[in-house]
């Protein structure tokens, strides 16, 4: 099968399970129109109607600097009936807005209009379909021209149900009904999280019926995962972050399910990732969910959290809002860190052992 554009943009669509006559929003964080072009022409060949949001980081850095205070305040006045109407969402994502130079009213309004409409779109519980695009300037960060960035993910993306599942099985026959989880990273620290009766979900990539049963209303593309919400309040130790906003090695240690202390190899910087957490509404120090990478095509690390939470062994870590695959915590925040290299262990079977699939 030939790789292009279009091939994903029907990914997408199926994976989406777009049916005809529904609306379909199309949250454009990318400005790569012929991507675009591809992704709206694939929901109305399928009979749908896609809806545009353009929203890429430079268009919103310049709007929430210089729109006027009451319109970003009533940011959301047509969008809530937009998404009043929505069947079905997809995002397509690439590198995130530099927010760092905005005058914080600004943002704050913005980010309150951003929060009502995350309220009624989780309230709706819409399919979701995000997927990781390559766009100039990732490729640049990472010294790679975009042609190349393209056909390191584009395989990845591509990626089939049939050919994600067999893997996806073999990991949840180990990891289903168990009741405990530990989690050993960096040097030594360990993480005992309680999983009572909390069920595993998988991304293959494809949200069907089974799917919204068992509260598992969005996926990734790339795909390619097994993962589960924990009892919140129930978290215990320390995991290792290889990094969390610009921070290396990055300790967190939890104590009945909330971080209660960061530990860093300089104190400002323990302050500043604080601060950082302090700012978010609800519980931003819980964990949201953890999981584990699965996809075959994947085989480079790109320093692209969305890109790889999906390598095969590398574990992800979420912190913060979970309502939205059927846990309990609310939270403004819902931030995912991958860490490579480690051991984990339900009811004391080995599933990932020093980074690799054991299951």
Known sequence: MELNWQTIAQRCVYGLQVQPGELIQVRALVDRLEVIQEMLLAIEMAGATPLLEFLPPPYLEKLVVEAGDNYLEKWDKYRLGWMGQYDRILVL???PPKFGEIPSKKLALWRAAGSRLGELE?????PFLLGAIPTTGL??????????LDGLLMPALAATPAELNARIRSVLAKT???????V????DCELQLKLTDRPWLSDDGLIDEPDRVRGAI??????????TTVLEEATEGTIWLPECRGVKDVVLRFEQGRIKEIITGDNEDADRLNKWLDGFSGEPRRVSHIG???NPFLHEFLDWTLVDEHLEGRLFLALGENRYMGGENISSLNIDFTI????LQVDGRKIVEAGQVVA
């Not at 490729?139 to 190349?148: D, F, T």
């Not at 050993?184 to 040097?187: C, I, R």
């Not at 490579?340 to 051991?343: E, I, T, W, Y």
Request: proline share 4%; glycine share 18%.
């Open 139 to 148: 490729a640049g960060e990472r010294s790679l021209a975009l042609e190349q």
């Open 184 to 187: 050993q990273s960096g040097k």
């Open 340 to 343: 490579p290299g480690v051991s």
């Open 122 to 126: 989780e309230a709706r519980r819409l």
């Open 93 to 95: 994502q690439g590198e």
């Open 292 to 294: 584990i990478g699965l």
């Open 218 to 227: 969005v996926s990734n593309l790339p795909a390619g995962s097994v993962y």
């Open 176 to 182: 289903e009904g168990g009741h405990e989880m530990t």
